[in-house]
């Protein structure tokens, strides 16, 4: 009996010992999965999409060597009733807008400040797009309707094969996506988990199988697509897209700081989502947009590339471009676009009024009825508001 014990007491101990061991050796992926499981609790929300390098792998951009471009103070367009009470109602953190180039209002709140780097989430996608077009340009994807399948075989078999790069620019490839935030079994929950605990990116976007609706027939938001785009310009440039974007895009913008971008567990870049940058340089995007991919001395998006993603692209009459929001009635509001993140993110630009709004936000109610239209008459309203 003793010696069942004793054999008994061993195994317990070498159980115990293995489970710490593997605690410790997997600690930064359980880490990671727990704050993923309580990133957007009310509680943690706000700092967590101030500190998103501290949740998840990262790496810095070098925001190069040349001096911060300017942001001249204009007239100041003080904060109203109106627009103070949106901005509690959706728990807004920081605003900054321009009107003609200048500042006209800038605000920080729930206790952030000028100086956080703040989650873009889904306004990654329309910096991604910038990029892409640069790539267009340069000849090294020449049609936009070749199969994307052609600068990435790794999808061959998956549902993106037979799929055109015009349909994943628009959101249309079919593939079946769920994109509930708040069920966590979805799609883009289960892509979370994925960059959580070290995962490949690649290899999930290769793994998704099915199709929801025949490629470029039908509008659906699906965030990998923006990841296949990624792949897309690795595949036709040989250069990883966050080094070509840190040499295109984000050294060539003077910006404030370096930015920070979130990876996976092979270092690709999350380039659907991941990006973080201050406000205000989340501003000068939009106004390099508003200047037609014109800003700090030099053409860094081709114009035609502004024009044609800021334009109606997708099918079925659906408001959006090439990884840009465009309402579908902006011809009556100034020719109006947007990119947007879930949780109220945006950069709003306004190319008839001249004016750029750069909003972040912690709005755990954004996916509510109607949020987004509120969102963008608050914007319109700004920015037809008079000087």
């Keep these: 009996m003793r010696r069942m014990m004793r054999i008994g007491a061993r195994v317990l101990l070498a159980v115990v010992v293995i489970a710490i061991a593997a605690g410790i050796w997997k600690r930064e992926e359980i880490t990671r999965l727990i704050a993923v499981n ?3 609790s009310e509680q943690r929300i706000v700092q967590n999409f101030s500190h998103m ?18 942001l001249p103070a204009g007239v100041a367009e003080p904060i109203g009733p109106v627009e103070r009470d949106w901005i509690t109602r959706r728990a807004v953190t920081a605003v900054v807008m321009l009107r003609a180039g200048q500042i006209v209002q800038e605000d920080y709140f729930l206790g952030t400040g000028a100086d956080d780097l703040r989650i873009s989430w889904s306004m990654a996608k329309s910096v991604l797009s910038a990029l892409f077009g640069t790539v267009v340009a340069e000849g090294r994807i020449p049609d936009l309707d070749a199969q ?15 799929t055109t790069i015009r349909d994943v620019l628009t959101m249309s490839s079919g593939v079946a996506f769920n994109e509930d935030y708040m069920d966590f079994g979805s799609d883009i929950n289960r892509m979370g988990r994925v960059l959580a605990l070290g995962g490949s990116m690649d290899a999930f ?3 998704l199988k099915t199709r929801a609706t ?3 027939s039908h509008m659906h938001y699906v965030s990998i697509d ?16 966050v080094e070509l974007m840190q040499e295109r895009i984000i050294a060539p913008m003077g910006l404030e700081a370096s930015p920070v971008m979130l990876t996976d567990g092979e270092g690709t870049g999350f380039v659907l989502g ?18 037609k991919g014109f800003w700090n001395g030099r053409q860094i998006v081709p114009a035609d590339w502004v024009a044609a993603s800021t334009a109606h692209q997708a099918v079925d009459g659906a408001g959006y471009g090439f990884q840009w929001w465009v309402p579908v009635d902006n011809a009556d509001h100034g020719g109006d676009y947007m990119a947007r993140g879930i949780y109220g993110q945006y950069i709003y630009v306004n190319p008839a009024a001249g004016v750029v709004i750069a909003v ?4 755990r109610g954004f996916d509510a009825e109607g949020v987004n239209e509120e969102n963008l008459a608050m914007f319109r309203a700004l920015a037809q508001a008079a000087p």
């Design 205 to 207: 976007a290769a793994s």
């Design 274 to 291: 991941g990006l973080n940058l201050r406000t205000r340089d989340y501003a000068r995007i939009g106004q390099m947009f508003l200047q």
């Design 148 to 162: 994307v399948t052609q600068y990435v075989p790794a999808l061959k078999g998956s549902a993106y094969d037979g």
């Design 360 to 363: 972040n936000s912690a709005d």
């Design 214 to 216: 025949a490629p470029g």
């Design 38 to 40: 309580g990133l957007f």
């Design 226 to 241: 923006t990841h296949v785009l990624g792949m897309v310009i690795h595949g036709a440039t040989g250069r990883d897209p």
């Design 53 to 70: 390098d501290r949740l998840f792998r990262s790496r810095v951009l070098d925001r190069g060597t040349g001096p911060v471009s300017p």
